[in-house]
């Protein structure tokens, strides 16, 4: 009687907490963290995004830390969504997405000089921690070594036809205390099926074919 009685308390105990589950599973949609593209107001306000399969979703307005108005912005964002047509934003932040320029167009200046010297432009290293095409994008999930001093300025380089590669211009005084986890986006140019990009590590060039 004891042994029944141990038994069916078990098979009740794993009923409920197998309902409770199923609860938390209807009540809170997982949250999910990608890259977006992300639709601003004269305000400065997200009132829709696009996710990188094509969905668009209005949103309720959410401030976005930028300076440009009445754009589209590349962000990185966490929101839950129910699967249909309902999309909630958590939090967004911008993140650095330009076109790439020719090799041409980059100079340095030494002494007063301009150089258009490709081997001169400032490739300062970084962790390299995934890369993968959505959306009309190239992405990149970065580390950055840093203690926080300065900020540090990027640029996508068009080294040749099809091969491209990062810019990184380092702040003097800046060490490598921790990893700073940075996501970039370069939009990949219309009618190019396949591109190549190369970003040089603390181990040397990181070069990829997509």
């Not at 401030?63 to 047509?85: F, I, M, P, W």
């Not at 967004?92 to 030494?110: A, E, G, H, L, N």
């Not at 990149?140 to 380089?157: D, K, P, R, S």
Request: charged share 20%; aromatic share 10%; net charge negative.
């Amino acid at each position: 009687m004891k042994r029944l009685l141990t038994d069916i308390l078990c098979v009740v105990f794993m009923l409920f907490v197998a309902a409770c589950s199923n609860d938390d599973d209807n009540d809170y949609p997982p949250i999910v963290t990608d890259l977006l593209v992300a639709s601003v107001d004269a305000n400065g306000r997200v009132v829709s995004v696009r996710l990188d399969d094509g969905t668009t979703y209005n949103v309720a307005a959410q401030q976005v830390e930028s300076e440009k108005k009445d754009t589209t912005l590349r962000c990185l964002a966490t929101y839950t969504h129910d699967g249909n047509t309902g999309l909630k934003l958590n939090s967004i932040r911008t993140i650095y997405s330009d076109t790439p320029y020719p090799v041409s167009s980059f100079y340095m200046v030494v002494n007063g000089v301009a150089y258009h010297d490709a081997s001169l432009l400032p490739r300062s290293p970084m962790k390299v921690i995934s890369m993968w095409k959505s959306g009309g994008y190239l992405n990149m999930h970065l580390g950055l070594m840093t203690t926080g001093y300065g900020n540090h300025q990027y640029a996508f380089c068009e080294d040749s036809v099809g091969h491209y590669s990062l810019l990184h211009q380092r702040p003097m005084g800046d060490g490598g205390s921790y990893t700073e986890h940075v996501y970039m986006s370069m939009p990949l140019p219309e009618g190019q099926e396949e591109v190549t990009f190369t970003v040089k590590t603390y181990d040397g060039d990181y070069t990829r074919t997509f």
